[in-house]
């Protein structure tokens, strides 16, 4: 099956390019072959590839620069995977499609359902194409903020029916219930896909509780007084999430209303950036910072940024450190860089006990990740600049310093107590040891 790729550039949808799928039995792990379309590569990239690689906002991938060439891979392309569905999304779209969920078989029609309309600014066409026509003849229902933050029965209502129609709407990935949701000009939310660009003011992700288990209700309160800190602490964050009644509301980062109408800003996970096609991959953190090394814009500022949100999520109890909980943002102007945190929660209060997936590579080998030497880790990270890794070293001990009486400040947040106490419990340990590092 052949698939044309949209991409959002220029104020537009374009055609930008095709992904031909060879065996879609095998889902993900057939061959596949990926080529630009010629025109879109005359019209927004042949000038610029001149000078340089064309890999930002316009490409599919930033291993995939906007050329002439035809790409054959065992696998499909690492970008695909970001707009497929997974965990809770892909388990509630294969029941509603009557597909087996773990087959590979079913890969290829869940991407079709959810490649309409995803993060970021790729999108599928034929997908787009079939969303058009399920929601033809749809009378749209909207909801207040009232409602969301109530839960009230019409707003789980519209998110169950809507959000499985327009089931870009519905397509996030992650194991907690997602519903993309956007304020249209009439103050009310519908789920993203009904609402056009010249009418949406504002966007938003909506993410309910996955269970009844108290703890789970603790994390997602919690996510709210989290974003609100790590604000505080400097870390790149879009915006602060707002929480109630088992329901968080986060502001969308990958989606702008300006003057000029609607900007898309480009996603990509940092999985895809390593060019790795898999769910479930482990990676260490340099890996990462390599990538970002390579493309970003501002590369130090990027990788200051990333070790500080390791420290973070170590200091307030956040394990869940996929590379996917991570990405690149790829701006209208041309400029890559490391995206704003997501994600970011106290998942060791979790009954699933979540474990860091991503290590330091430099501490694993001698099992000191649990507690690593930061000046090494500095060194690791620039091991040819020693000026940059004494700079590190002085930025993240600056960013520690500032961690000192977080829990303190979680609870001024509004984080639970509970959540704070059992969360939070190595957080002053965890700053005194980065703090350490100033005084070699």
């Not at 792990?29 to 019209?43: C, L, R």
């Not at 390579?294 to 999520?313: F, G, H, L, Q, T």
């Not at 829990?407 to 965890?430: H, K, L, N, S, Y």
Request: proline letters at 4%.
């Amino acid at each position: 099956m052949r698939l044309s790729i949209e991409t959002f550039w220029d104020g537009g949808w374009h055609a930008a390019a095709s992904v031909t799928i060879e065996d879609e039995a095998r889902g993900f792990t057939g061959p596949s072959i990926v080529e630009y379309d010629i025109d879109f590569f005359m019209e927004f990239a042949a000038v610029d590839r001149l000078k340089k690689k064309v890999n930002d906002g316009r490409a599919l991938s930033v291993n995939y620069p906007v050329d002439l060439e035809n790409r054959h891979r065992v696998a499909w392309p690492p970008f695909l995977l970001d707009l497929m569905p997974q965990g809770h999304a892909r388990r509630k779209l294969a029941e509603l499609m009557k597909l087996d969920v773990d087959a590979r078989v079913s890969d290829l029609p869940l991407l079709l359902r959810t490649g309409s309309n995803p993060i970021g600014n790729l999108r599928i066409a034929e997908a787009a194409t079939a969303e058009r026509d399920r929601l033809s003849g749809v009378r749209r229902a909207g909801v207040s903020e009232d409602d969301i933050f109530g839960r009230t029965d019409y707003f789980i209502e519209v998110v169950d029916r809507f959000g499985m129609l327009a089931s870009g709407s519905s397509g996030l990935q992650g194991e907690w219930p997602k519903v993309s949701m956007t304020r249209a000009a009439d103050g009310l939310y519908y789920p993203d896909a009904l609402v056009g660009d010249d009418e949406a003011v504002s966007h938003h992700i909506v993410k309910l509780l996955r269970s009844n288990d108290a703890r789970d209700r603790l994390i997602l309160e919690a996510e709210a007084g989290y974003s609100a800190i790590a604000e505080k602490l400097g870390l790149n964050v879009h915006g602060v999430s707002r929480y109630g009644n088992g329901v968080l509301m986060i502001p969308r980062f990958d989606r702008k209303v300006g003057e000029a109408g609607l900007l898309r800003n480009g996603q990509e996970s940092m999985v895809s950036a390593l060019g790795v096609a898999d769910f479930g991959h482990v990676a260490s953190h340099e890996d990462y910072i390599e990538v970002l090394k390579r493309v970003s814009d501002e590369p130090y500022a990027d990788i200051a940024e990333y070790v500080k949100r390791d420290i973070a999520n170590r200091a307030m109890g956040n394990p869940d450190n996929h590379g996917r909980n991570t990405a690149l943002t790829k701006t209208p102007d041309g400029r890559i860089g490391l995206s704003p945190l997501f994600d970011f929660a106290p998942m060791k209060l979790g009954a699933d006990g979540v474990a860091k997936s991503t290590r330091w590579a430099a501490m694993r080998d001698t099992h000191r990740d649990t507690n690593p030497d930061w000046t090494e880790v500095c060194h690791a990270v620039f091991k040819d600049d020693d000026d940059l890794a004494f700079k590190l070293r002085k930025e993240i001990v600056s960013f520690a310093e500032g961690l000192q009486g977080a829990p303190e400040r979680a609870i001024e947040q509004g984080v639970p107590t509970d959540a704070v106490q059992v969360a939070m419990q190595d957080c002053e340990a965890v700053a005194a040891s980065v703090i350490a590092a100033g005084k070699d």
